[in-house]
């Protein structure tokens, strides 16, 4: 009853959008809790089987069509996914959309990740909070400015687990 009701309100009431990401967001944190606890997968099917209040987008950045499906896939029960190949793509979505993650490359044609970047956090300030960056060439000044923004990165290639973790890690923030 309660999930029908946040459902109801967060349609009706713009306002409301809000606290039903962060009730979607507590939900995942209890199910992720209970998947690393011996001997509650039941517990954790049902929990599963509840509705979702609230549908996260994700925006994944990345010229490289191989890499961008392996994170969609690694990605794909987290929430609603868009696509774009290069910077300025990225930041068009990113002005049309909210995106409670952005996993964005770095060497791109057009307009590399961290323009995007830049670009994303003059118009919107908060979003630095939402960004993950994954490189295959993290030269030594681009890792001075992720350490300098405190931005978390990951180097390609990367383990599936770290990129889930890292993801979820942002997904999961308040």
């Known amino acids: 009853m309660f999930l029908y009701v946040v459902n109801s309100l967060k349609r009706t009431t713009p306002e409301f959008r809000y606290a039903a990401t962060k009730i979607q967001s507590h939900k995942r944190s209890i199910e ?3 998947e690393n606890i011996p001997y509650t997968h039941d517990v954790v099917l049902k929990l599963k089987t509840l509705p979702s209040v609230w549908n996260e987008k994700i925006l994944i950045i990345e010229d490289e069509e191989s890499v961008s499906e392996l994170i969609q896939e690694i ?3 987290e929430g609603k996914i868009d696509v774009a190949f290069n910077g300025v793509e990225g930041f068009q979505k990113i002005k049309e959309n909210y995106y409670k993650l952005i996993i964005s490359d770095i060497d791109m044609p057009k ?3 961290l323009a995007c970047y830049s670009q994303a956090v003059e118009k919107f300030p908060q979003i ?3 960004f993950l960056f994954l ?3 993290a030269s030594t000044e681009t890792q ?3 350490r300098d923004n405190q931005l978390p990165f990951l180097t390609k290639p990367s383990h599936i687990k770290a990129i889930r973790d890292h993801a979820l890690q942002i997904l999961l923030k308040p």
Do not use: E, V
């Open 75 to 77: 990605l794909c029960k």
């Open 32 to 34: 992720l809790f209970f």
């Open 128 to 130: 630095h909070k939402r």
């Open 111 to 113: 307009l590399d990740g």
């Open 144 to 146: 001075s400015f992720l």
């Open 135 to 137: 490189t295959g060439n």
